[in-house]
């Protein structure tokens, strides 16, 4: 019955078996492992057991590492992607589950205590039917055991009955669910992968990388031998450099990005040391699938770990020519974590922009509300907030007309504790608002499941400090987990004057492009200003989510 040191037994059993070459019954104890892992994951609160295990990813990793290595070994490639995908949805939202939510729906709260209390119901029968269990033999109280498993099943029956009842009412409730996780089968996925795209998703393992490439014909995989610090050193480098100005990159030009996205090199040429790192980074993570890729035109990169804190648009190649070719020149780029909104079917309102937009509130970021008011010219019917104006429950009670959010303020992370970061809003004493929009005041707004973009024109939104975790906590993440469809958030500390423009590019571009190419568009654009030209002013800025 103890689920804290079960799973790593099972994980230990499941490594000796892979090490003497019995690879089916190693991915058993594997398989093992993980469930066990999702038990503890899925406890209403699970203590310090629970407390303990998910402090860090890194423990927990190490278990699907290995399983997805003998998998790949037993040829089970999309199993193999699955149990990536799972993990990294699944530990994100038990993060965010953590978090003490209310809604504003009075209706929501009761449906998520009472889901609550049936699951802490089914998790204490199910931890007396394990000390029953552990109790030596001729101490066992048989009839007691068949009682307890009797009532487990009409627990488990009437949980599930509740939940698919709430579901159907209120589809959002899912995401706060402890069981709603179902594993992703991509054999239905690849089929709604577009076809001018390919989805590159990663697992940094201790001393190999693994990257399954997903299109609407295939998932294939890949297993290179590099250690994980080699990977964590090259990404430190390029961040460092990147933030640093440092490098002779040239301005994005899309014209000749197609024949660059054919040009297969084999080999790192760059001279420049500080473009070095990029190069590595490419030939590790990109050349490997090149043969995947080259006939696409957009990649959705799933990241895990370190990788979530870089732009991928940065990674490039050097040319015959000599030209050093940016992943940003040869193909568009988004991010995500999960593959649900390859299902998600837009109808013709979500086309139809309504705007609530809030800039400056507490008045050190002047360029933001040029940004800001450029938005409501390039869209009149925009709602904007200017300074004291823009007021935290303006944002938290926001109407469901609203589709799109703009949020052009600080982005304030507390590494310690991820529920206390917040968006840096105007206060309002009159309603008890303190100006700081955190992350479980965020996950109550009930406008989320309305909005299709939030734009997060704000400080490192993207990232948290924890380069080791596979999911990193976010206000991007936060509104992902939320509802919301896509978010453009930002990977460091942004230049506000250059951010100000290039976000009203991306505005002008939405009116006739997904936002995939809006965004890269706006950075095309901003590069080839003299002034904006190097990555650091507009490399940061990424989308995450869906494409749309």
């Excluded at 007309?401 to 590494?415: C, E, I, P, R």
Aim: proline share 3%; aromatic share 8%; charged share 25%.
């Amino acid at each position: 019955g103890k689920r804290s040191t079960l799973w790593e037994t099972l994980y230990l059993m499941g490594l000796m078996y892979k090490n003497t070459g019995d690879l089916k019954t190693s991915r058993e104890y594997l398989k093992e492992s993980v469930a066990v892992i999702e038990q503890i994951r899925n406890k209403v609160s699970g203590g310090e057991e629970a407390r303990k295990l998910f402090s860090s990813d890194k423990q927990i990793l190490k278990v699907y590492d290995v399983l997805i290595d003998v998998l790949l070994q037993l040829g089970q490639t999309e199993e193999a992607m699955e149990y990536l995908q799972k993990n990294n949805e699944n530990n994100l939202k038990a993060k965010f589950k953590a978090l003490d939510v209310k809604f504003e729906d009075e209706k929501r709260n009761r449906a998520l205590e009472e889901e609550r209390v049936m699951k802490a119901k089914l998790d204490g029968i199910e931890e007396q039917i394990a000390r029953e269990k552990e109790m030596a033999a001729g101490k066992q109280n048989a009839e007691k055991l068949r009682n307890l498993e009797g009532i487990k099943t009409i627990a488990e029956s009437e949980y599930l009955k509740f939940i698919n009842q709430q579901i159907n009412v209120q589809p959002e409730l899912s995401r706060y669910f402890n069981n709603s996780v179902q594993p992703t089968q991509f054999r239905k996925i690849k089929k709604q992968i577009p076809a001018d795209m390919a989805l590159l998703s990663y697992l940094i393992g201790e001393n190999q990388v693994y990257i399954f490439a997903a299109t609407t014909d295939t998932v294939i995989a890949k297993i290179i031998n590099v250690p994980g610090e080699t990977i964590t050193k090259n990404v430190t480098a390029v961040l460092n450099i990147a933030k640093s100005h440092l490098g002779g990159f040239t301005p994005l030009d899309l014209v000749s990005g197609e024949a660059e996205r054919q040009q297969i090199v084999n080999d790192v040429l760059q001279k420049d040391p500080y473009l070095k790192p990029f190069e590595e980074l490419y030939h590790y993570l990109i050349r490997p699938v090149n043969a995947e890729i080259a006939g696409k035109k957009r990649l959705g990169i799933i990241p895990t770990g370190s990788l979530n804190y870089i732009p991928f648009q940065l990674l490039g190649k050097t040319l015959p020519s000599g030209k050093f070719s940016l992943l940003a020149n040869q193909y568009a780029i988004f991010y995500t974590s999960s593959t649900d909104m390859l299902f998600r079917v837009i109808d013709a309102e979500e086309k139809n922009m309504s705007i609530l937009a809030f800039g400056n509130p507490d008045k050190s970021l002047p360029s933001t509300e040029a940004e800001v008011q450029d938005i409501k010219r390039i869209f009149p019917s925009a709602t904007v907030y200017l300074r004291e104006e823009a007021t935290e429950d303006k944002a938290k009670f926001a109407g469901e007309q609203f589709n799109v959010m703009h949020f052009a303020t600080h982005g304030s992370l507390d590494y310690e504790d991820f529920s206390k970061s917040f968006l840096t809003m105007a206060g309002n004493p009159a309603k008890s608002e303190d100006g700081m929009l955190t992350l479980e005041e965020l996950w109550g707004m009930d406008v989320m499941n309305h909005l299709n973009i939030v734009v997060l024109s704000a400080c490192q939104t993207a990232v948290t400090k924890g380069s080791h975790e596979s999911s990193p906590v976010s206000p991007a993440s936060g509104f992902l987990q939320n509802g919301v469809k896509s978010v453009v958030a930002t990977l460091w500390k942004v230049d506000d004057e250059a951010t100000s423009v290039l976000i009203s590019e991306f505005y002008k571009n939405l009116r006739t492009m997904e936002a995939i190419d809006a965004l890269r568009k706006a950075q095309v654009s901003l590069s080839q200003k003299p002034k904006y030209a190097h990555p650091y002013y507009w490399a940061g800025i990424v989308l995450l989510g869906d494409w749309r």
